[in-house]
């Protein structure tokens, strides 16, 4: 069955560590995304992609980094993370701009 | 740039009472419009979507959503809630011809008994 997957799906990790959330989708999509929700609930686009080779940054300015080498492949990498980094990370793919999105159950970062 | 807006954080309802949840947007385009639904600890999940065609949209779960374009709107209603529908209620608009799905703020939709 296609899906998307996000591991960890909690993570605890001291201030100054590097970490990356990762994010894999067998569905083909070309667009991903990563949001940051807060602890009230806002979603925060933080990047998106359209395909191999090709990030942007998103409305939220974030210190993570993004990476698409593989269609199936999102991963998102703080280089070191801050008690400020502590969120819900959530991922998600599309096919085209008239289709839903996919979300992952999400990775619950918490930054100590 | 495009954008949405849900003006309430929370609406309470009671059970078999209809409900609906308000949002408008702003693109400069024509928009694709959708509606997710968030259990606690989990992802967001799809509920329906506007495209084209017939204002009124059915999706999951017995919702249902009309598309406005004189007023920008697209609220989420359903005849009768269950408490089962109480959740976090997420819009989202793209503007065609862009990549970006945003969404608005949430709101959370309370149903008692």
């Known amino acids: 069955e296609a899906d998307i997957y996000q591991t960890p799906r909690y993570l605890v990790i001291g201030t100054g560590k590097k970490i990356t959330l990762e994010c894999s989708q067998t569905m083909g999509h070309d667009k991903m995304y990563w949001y940051q929700q807060d602890p009230g609930m806002e979603l925060h686009l933080i990047h998106y992609s359209y395909g191999v080779n090709s990030t942007e940054k998103g409305d939220l300015s974030s210190e993570s980094t993004v990476s698409r080498i593989r269609t199936e492949h999102f991963p998102l990498t703080l280089e070191s993370a801050r008690p400020s980094h502590t969120s819900q990370y959530l991922c998600?793919?599309?096919?085209?701009?008239?289709?839903?999105?996919?979300f992952g159950q999400g990775t619950r970062l918490t930054v100590v | 740039a495009q954008s949405v807006a849900q003006p309430e954080d929370q609406v309470n309802v009671a059970e078999g009472n209809p409900l609906t949840v308000k949002c408008t947007y702003s693109v400069s385009g024509n928009p694709y419009l959708f509606w997710y639904v968030q259990y606690p600890n989990r992802g967001l999940q799809f509920l329906l979507k506007y495209i084209t065609g017939d204002n009124l949209v059915k999706g999951s779960y017995g919702f249902e959503a009309e598309f406005n374009k004189s007023q920008t709107s697209f609220h989420l209603k359903k005849p009768s809630a269950l408490v089962s529908d109480s959740a976090l209620y997420f819009c989202?608009?793209?503007?065609?011809?862009?990549?970006?799905?945003?969404f608005g703020t949430g709101t959370r939709l309370l149903v008692s008994p």
């Open positions: 989202a608009v793209r503007e065609t011809g862009f990549q970006k799905l945003v």
């Open positions: 998600a793919s599309s096919e085209r701009d008239n289709t839903e999105a996919f």
